[in-house]
C-alpha cells in the first residue's frame, strides 16, 4: 500500500515530464514530512488560497493543476 498516489498519467505542461509531486497542504504530520524528505511528495504550506497548484514537476519545478 502507498500513502501517497502520484500520477503518472499527468504530464508537466511546461515539460511534459510525467508523474509530477503532489502537493499536499496543512499542517503536515510524521508521515507527510518523511515523504517529503524522500521526495515523494512536496509539501505546499498550511495555508490554501483558493488557486494553489495540484502538482509540481520533478523536473523543472512548474507547480500546475487545480486541487
Ligand atoms: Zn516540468
Redesign the pocket.
Known sequence: MTLFDNPEDIA?P??T?TNPLEILYGSPSNEMQLAESTGTIALGGTTVNGDDPAYR?R??G?EFGEL
Request: with cysteine; proline share 0%.
Open positions: 508537466c511546461s515539460c515530464t514537476c523536473d523543472c512548474h
